[in-house]
Nanobody, 111 residues
Framework: VQLQASGGGSVQAGGSLRLSCAAS????????MAWYRQAPGKQRELVAQ???????NYADSVKGRFTISRDNAKNTLYLQMNNLKPEDTAVYYC??????WGQGTQVTVSS
């Protein structure tokens, strides 16, 4: 089982990034997938979640700015992040079914 996250980087406030998570070794299309993040000194928190049927759920802090999506044909999860803020700076992790984790990708937003 592997969840390979990519797409992180450094941007200025107001910028955009698109994270991807390529999954292997799981039946991707039936799994609930999610993005979490962990900022320095803080607990890991749920950013966005998407069910197998496409129902989405977002943290209040990212609603209207982030969009989670999935491509079941490509076994890939995405997170489109727009209007990024310095408080979005964190390591972002891909998650499957609540207990499978990817390695994380760093997102840094400067003011």
């Amino acid at each position: 089982v592997q969840l390979q996250a990519s797409g992180g980087g450094s941007v200025q406030a107001g910028g955009s990034l698109r994270l991807s998570c390529a999954a292997s070794g799981i039946i991707f299309r039936i799994n609930v997938m999610a993005w979490y993040r962990q900022a320095p000194g803080k607990q890991r928190e749920l950013v966005a979640q998407i069910t197998s049927g496409g129902t989405t759920n977002y943290a209040d802090s990212v609603k209207g700015r982030f969009t989670i999506s999935r491509d079941n044909a490509k076994n890939t999860l995405y997170l489109q992040m727009n209007n990024l803020k310095p408080e979005d700076t964190a390591v972002y992790y891909c998650n499957s079914q609540g207990f499978l984790w990817g390695q994380g990708t760093q997102v840094t937003v400067s003011s």
